[in-house]
Structure formats: C-alpha cells, structure tokens
C-alpha cells in the first residue's frame, strides 16, 4: 500500500515537474520568435479574429447583463443606507478593475483557448508538426507565435467593449427601471473612476492573454493518444487556463489596487 502510494507520488510529482519545465521552455522560445523575421502578418490577423471577433456576441451579452445585475444588486442595498447615488460609482469600478478583465479572460479560455488546443492537438496527432519540422519550419515561430501575439492584442480589446457595454448596462437599469438620476449618475460614474483602475484592468487582460494563448498552446502542442489525447488536451487547456487566470487576477489586485 505503502510503496504503491509512493510509487503514484513520485509519477505524479515527475510529470508535473515536465509540464511546468517543457511550458516555461516554450513560453521562452514564443519571446525569442517574437521579435524575429519574417513576420507572417496574415496568420496574426486570422487568430486575432478567431479569439476575439468570434467571442464578440458572448462578451457582449455578458457584459451587458453582468451590468445590469450589478446595478440592481448595489442599488438594492445602498438604498438601505440612502447611498443610492454611488450604483454607477461601483459598477464603474467593478467592471474597470475586476469583472470584465476577469470574466472576458475566463469566456476566451473556455471558447478560444478550447479552440487552439484542439487545433493543435489534432495537428500534432495527426503528424503535421513533424511534418513542419520535416520541411524546416519551426512550428513554435508558425503555430504557436501568431496566437501568442493574437491574444495579447484581442484580450485588451474585448475588455474595452465589455467595460462599455456593462457601464451603459448598469445605466439603463439604474434610470429606466429603478428609477435614479441619470446627472447624478453619470457624474458620480465619471467623478470617481481614474484612469489607473482602466489601465490596472486593461493590464491584467493582457497578462490573461499570455497565460491564456500560452496554456492552450502547450496543451495541444504535446497532445498524445491520438482523438482521446485531443479531448484530454482540450479539457486541460481550458481548466488550466481558467485557474491560472484566477490566480493571477488575485496577485495582480493586490499588486496594482492596494
């Protein structure tokens, strides 16, 4: 029993100890083949569209009833304490700093990064990467590269629009439903959100993007067990990336908004 437990222990600990080497080994080579010629423009602006417009219409609809929700809930209970005129005080802010960066990060992993680990995986199953390395492409610079750059665009971009449709969210069901100022809201949005809770956000959907692009690649780019094994990649890419998204939400909150 013993030696069996320790015998899991041991595989266990060797096998994540390879992930975590083989993705800070990637993650290293996808910074060097940034910066380096050529540069294929065209694969960059395909990935830009698949991560970011076609996740469009679910941050949109995210955005907007995440808005709304909030500003019921904070009315609801500054009214209590006859605060009511603070409601687009806080969506601002919590759309700004914290919900729309992470709530964007976590759809594009469930959707984009789902979709890039797929790709890949069914790539490297298939033999197709070692086919690229066969005719001398280097599948890091080709593969992996246009959706590390792709997703630290697309990520600040989404976060931008669902920042503006929750706050115009959050309006209208602070003056049209609830019945509050529309002056007093607007001016009590605009008085108190500073440009450093957009920027705080605007950076941490960049680091989102990174960890989401990187994760996701990794997961496919070593998929083994043929369609079973790109199942598994999936499923791993998207809880991953959703994990670590979470974690560094935390550490990047307490290092820009204390």
């Known amino acids: 029993m013993i030696t069996r437990l320790l015998t899991y ?20 080579q996808t910074i060097l083949w940034c910066f380096r010629r050529p540069y294929n423009f065209r694969i960059i602006f395909q990935q830009m569209e ?37 409601v687009g005080t806080v969506v601002a802010l919590s759309v700004a700093r914290e919900l729309g960066p992470v709530l964007t990060g976590l759809i594009v992993s469930g959707r984009a990064g789902a979709a890039m680990a797929a790709e890949l995986g069914t790539m490297r199953v298939t033999e197709q990467i070692d086919a690229l390395v066969t005719l001398a492409t280097n599948p890091i610079k080709y593969l992996v590269v246009p959706r590390f750059i792709a997703g630290l665009i697309v990520l600040p971009l989404l976060v931008i629009i669902a920042d503006i449709i929750a706050v115009i969210g959050g309006y209208l069901i602070a003056v049209y439903v609830l019945g509050a100022n529309s002056v007093i809201y607007i001016r009590m ?21 990174v960890i989401i692009s990187t994760v996701s690649c990794y997961k496919g780019f070593y998929t083994q067990g043929g369609a079973e094994g790109v199942g598994r990649a999936t499923t791993g890419a998207v809880v991953l990336s959703m994990m670590f998204v979470l974690i560094a939400n935390y550490f990047m909150a307490a290092l820009l908004f204390r």
Request: hydrophobic residues 50%; proline residues 1%.
């Open 9 to 28: 222990l041991g595989a266990t600990t060797l096998r994540i100890s390879e992930d975590i080497g083989r993705g800070f080994i990637m993650f290293w």
């Open 189 to 209: 949005t605009t008085e108190y959100v500073e440009l450093n809770d957009i920027y705080g956000g605007l950076l941490k959907s960049c680091v989102f993007g």
């Open 50 to 86: 698949a991560i970011g417009f076609n996740s469009l219409p679910v941050v949109i609809i995210m955005a907007l009833f995440t808005g709304m929700v909030l500003a019921i809930q904070t009315y609801t209970g500054f009214k209590r304490f006859n605060a009511e005129n603070f």
